[in-house]
Nanobody, 121 residues
Framework: QVQLVESGGGLVQAGGSLRLSCAASGRTLSTYAMGWFRQAPGKEREFVAT????????YYADSVKGRFTISRDNAKNTVYLQMNSLKPEDTAVYYC??????????????WGQGTQVTVSS
């Protein structure tokens, strides 16, 4: 069992930056693919970014490509999401997820409780 706790959310103006963190406990994250997802009010949860267990492979949703960067520090059992050039449409609850592989993380794994990101125009 893996417990994930997100932090770093908040209110920021459009064009600003935030860095989200996801700390794990219970088991080491080093063998898991990690991902970030988000859910805006009235919308379904959507994929944002994912990184493989080594940290060498990353994938992004088209809507965040070039603005967001996912990274991980396995020694700290933590994954990050650096968000730059934020837009009001990035407003959502952001969730961290640990999954078996990049290919299966959308369908299985462990979720965090989420952290709110609000971008004002």
């Amino acid at each position: 069992q893996v417990q994930l706790v997100e932090s770093g959310g908040g209110l920021v103006q459009a064009g600003g930056s935030l860095r989200l963190s996801c700390a794990a406990s219970g088991r080491t994250l080093s063998t898991y693919a990690m991902g970030w997802f988000r859910q805006a009010p009235g919308k379904e949860r959507e994929f944002v970014a994912t990184i493989n267990w080594r940290g060498g492979g990353t994938y992004y949703a088209d809507s965040v490509k070039g603005r967001f960067t996912i990274s991980r520090d396995n020694a700290k059992n933590t994954v990050y999401l650096q968000m730059n050039s934020l837009k009001p449409e990035d407003t959502a609850v952001y969730y961290c997820k640990a999954g078996p592989t990049i290919g299966t993380i959308t369908s299985s794994g462990y979720w965090g409780q989420g952290t709110q990101v609000t971008v004002s125009s």
